[in-house]
């Protein structure tokens, strides 16, 4: 099955590389759409500005602050591994 990723709209390069990886990528609007998420990618800049740590959701959050896109992705799958 498909891992979910979730991330912040301004992350549209680890969008693609994640998309390239075969992971389901949805861009996370309100903390309601990291609900049915397997991981959340958010950018750090605003901690915790949309409220996705405050979620129902058990899924592990990456920070993307000073990362790579690579670096995120290695991130991502080290979360399933």
Known sequence: MTK??????????????????GYDVVMMKTPEDAKNCDCC??????????????????APVITASGMTADEICSEVEKKFH
């Open 41 to 58: 990618v958010v950018t750090g800049l605003d901690s915790n500005v949309q409220g996705i740590a405050d979620t129902s959701t058990q």
């Open 4 to 21: 979910k990723i979730g991330i912040e709209q301004s992350l549209s390069d680890v969008e693609q590389a994640l998309k390239q990886k």
